[in-house]
């Protein structure tokens, strides 16, 4: 069975106050991609930036990652931007996002040398990678980028970092009914989900098939 690796989004505080007082000149921070192999290659771009002038003290990089955003929170940006850092429930709909940036930003992601980048930039950072030695792939990750303080002075932008995790492709099958119990003739509904694996650049008409054998009963599609 093929790899899949993941990553759940990480969904830290983005310090709203921070963003306020993000200094002009702050040296710069380097984003370190933990667990990395040798075969990953892995790309970012930055998608969330400060911004003196709005209420949560952040924005979106650019229109296209705002409407990617909008597009699956159906929420204005602000509001959106304080549910990401209110709300880890909201995760799934970053990733989602995410996905989205992937395509539409994809001629202006930066190549990732090694496993780090060099940020300039306080704000929130997605990377994106494919193992294609291994035909495997990666939910997008994204790293918050903080400013160090010292006596009350901001001085430099945080390092950080993030890790990726790897897990088998599974495919789950779940039964709607709850004793377990069929009698003959009687239709049970059930669920049958799979990660859809990695495709190949330049690919064409990629097929992903779902396989599941039954004995002792007969398959009714629901279109």
Excluded: C, H
Aim: glycine share 6%.
């Amino acid at each position: 069975m093929k790899l899949f690796k993941k990553v759940s989004v990480m969904m830290v505080s983005l310090l709203m106050a921070l963003a306020m007082m993000v200094p002009v000149a702050a040296a710069d921070a380097t984003v370190t991609i933990k667990n990395k192999g040798d075969n990953e290659e892995l790309k970012y771009i930055q998608v969330i930036v400060p911004d003196r002038e709005t209420k949560t003290g952040w924005k979106f990089a650019d229109t296209t990652i705002a409407e990617e955003f909008t597009k699956v929170f159906g929420k204005s940006e602000q509001e959106i931007l304080k549910e990401m850092t209110t709300d880890n429930a909201v995760a799934s709909k970053v990733r989602t996002a995410l996905k989205g940036v992937q395509v539409a930003k994809a001629n202006d992601l930066v190549t990732i040398n090694g496993n780090s980048f060099t940020a300039s930039t306080a704000g929130a950072y997605a990377i994106f990678g494919t193992d294609k030695a291994n035909e495997v792939t990666y939910s997008p990750m994204l790293a918050y980028v903080g400013v160090n303080y010292v006596n009350g002075k901001q001085t430099s932008l945080k390092n950080t970092s993030v890790t990726v995790k790897k897990e088998e492709t599974t495919v789950t099958k779940d039964v709607k009914d709850e004793d377990q119990i069929v009698e003959i003739g009687r239709d049970v509904e059930y669920t049958v989900t799979s990660v859809i694996p990695y495709v190949k650049d330049g690919e064409t008409n990629p097929t992903y098939q779902v396989i599941d054998e039954i004995t002792g009963a007969t398959y009714k599609v629901d279109n």
